[in-house]
């Protein structure tokens, strides 16, 4: 089938029923986009040179009428042992009122801070070559939910120099283990809830904010993933500057599973800078990833990971319309191990 | 840069306004309540930090394509940054799924100055020379070192 003709024949199936109910409203329109990325790197640990592609992200927006949005991003990727596979990262229905409420229901990133946000599957649009440790993809080894599927609740509230932002979200919580994103139920009656508060001081182009997230964990009696039931605190901070050609990005979390003989925390934070000068986006990256107290039987069921620290130093290269080359040098301190790592990527999207 | 930035400026506008310092309008319908806005909201706009007008219509952007060089004017003098920088936050809030502003890109001035006339919830810019009486001014912006 021709490729107009396919658009054409979704874009239909997927809008026509808003589309016959809203003669007075702009017609629904589709928009598609691609993203991924080309890598090759060094790892000094273990000794290693390699190629890579990353997740091929199908992205999918549609704008329907009476202030809806529909969103669907599936991703191909590899696995370590190189089988691709087929996620549904985000699904979502979007009503949006104003700039001081929309309401959105689905599979969403989880409202954690700016990035997690504001950065997707995709690495063309983030200015690295991947994310921060702290909140890395749950199925990268990431400590955090950074999927919810749920209901989320947000907005701004502008002032002349200032704005107050929210957000609300609840949902199921985290599966047996943490890679497992609950899309079809929860594993009992308490639910994840994330607030998160921030203000804009808009005429040093600065955003402060917090969050707060606290869910239940039930118990998992048998199998591989058995362990017992705790609560989960997140508690979070984060710091956004954009001036002009200027990004600086901080967040800081930590995570605190308790409960019975569990008392476990996790502590992680990034910063990041970056000056965009013509094409060319040099970036420094500080970020550290810490463990405390008892065993975490959710996070690490197989004993203390070790805490670990890394610099990244690297610069991004536009060199064409939706085509960015980056170079990225990291040197990370893992338990008492220093490794290195050096990686070209090609990001783009289409 | 600042300097080629005005270079091309003055090369480009010469030939379409016959003004080597081009002072550019930002413009909506006359249709649209807004009498004035400064520099402040117009940046907030076209950053779609806020995407309602007070009407609580979604704003439409309407510009010109990245490589025009007035395009390039406009955002190094309002947003300060780049048109392809612009290009990917839209993308970003796009792919967000939080851009309720829509975008609308057009290749002259005269198709800008159509679209914009006829939409009440529509803003962007021409050359002040340009300023057709279908259109309303709300900000008067001078593309020279901010």
Wanted: net charge negative.
């Amino acid at each position: 089938m021709p490729a107009f003709l396919s658009r054409g024949v979704f874009a239909l199936l997927v809008l026509g029923g808003a589309a016959a109910s809203a003669q007075s409203e702009p017609s629904p329109s589709l928009h598609l986009g691609v993203f991924t990325d080309v890598s090759a790197g060094y790892h000094s640990a273990p000794d290693a040179l390699g190629f890579a592609i990353g997740a091929v992200d199908l992205f999918v927006t549609g704008d329907l009428t009476h202030g809806f949005q529909a969103l669907a991003e599936t991703t191909f990727e590899a696995d370590a042992a190189g089988t691709m596979g087929l996620d549904v990262e985000r699904a979502q229905l979007r009503w949006t009122y104003s700039d001081a409420l929309s309401i959105t229901a689905g599979r969403v990133h989880q409202s954690l801070g700016t990035y997690n946000t504001a950065f997707h599957h995709g690495k063309y649009l983030m200015t690295a070559v991947d994310r921060p440790r702290v909140i890395a993809f749950e199925d990268d080894g990431g400590p955090l939910p950074m999927h919810l599927v749920g209901l989320s609740i947000a907005g701004e509230l502008h002032g002349e120099s200032l704005a107050l932002g929210y957000v609300v979200e609840g949902g199921n919580g985290r599966g047996p283990v943490p890679d497992s994103v609950l899309n079809s139920g929860d594993l009992d009656l308490s639910k994840s809830i994330n607030a998160q508060l921030y203000v804009l001081v808009k005429p040093i182009d600065l955003r402060l904010g917090a969050n707060l997230l606290h869910d239940f964990l039930a118990p998992v009696a048998s199998g591989d993933s058995a362990r017992p039931g705790f609560e989960e605190w997140i508690l979070g901070g984060h710091l956004l500057w954009q001036h002009r050609s200027t990004r600086v990005t901080a967040e800081v979390y930590w995570l605190r599973h308790l409960g019975g003989p569990v008392a476990a925390t996790t502590f992680g934070a990034f910063a990041e800078a970056e000056v965009r000068t013509g094409a060319l986006t040099p970036y420094l990256r500080l970020e550290t990833l810490r463990s405390s107290g008892t065993a975490d039987p959710f996070l690490a069921p197989d004993g203390p990971r070790p805490d670990q620290s890394i610099v990244s130093v690297g610069v991004r290269a536009d060199v064409a319309s939706a085509v960015a080359l980056k170079l990225q040098g990291d040197v990370s301190l893992v338990g008492s191990t220093w490794r290195g790592a050096v990686i070209a990527q090609a990001a783009f999207s289409f | 840069m600042l300097l080629s930035l005005c270079s091309l400026l003055a090369a480009s506008t010469l030939g379409q306004t016959g003004a080597a310092r081009p002072e550019l309008a930002v413009v909506v319908s006359p249709a649209n309540d807004v009498k004035e806005m400064s520099v402040a909201s117009v940046s907030e706009v076209f950053l779609t930090r806020r995407q309602f007008w007070a009407n609580r219509k979604p704003v439409t952007l309407v510009m010109l394509d990245d490589d025009a060089p007035l395009q390039a004017a406009f955002t190094e003098a309002l947003l300060h940054k780049a048109p392809d920088e612009l290009s990917r936050l839209y993308l970003q809030q796009r792919y967000r799924g939080q851009l309720t502003t829509k975008v609308v890109r057009v290749g002259s001035f005269a198709e800008l100055a159509k679209l914009v006339a006829e939409d009440p919830a529509a803003i962007g810019f021409v050359p002040a020379a340009e300023v057709k009486p279908a259109l309303k001014v709300v900000l008067r912006l001078s593309t020279r070192a901010p």
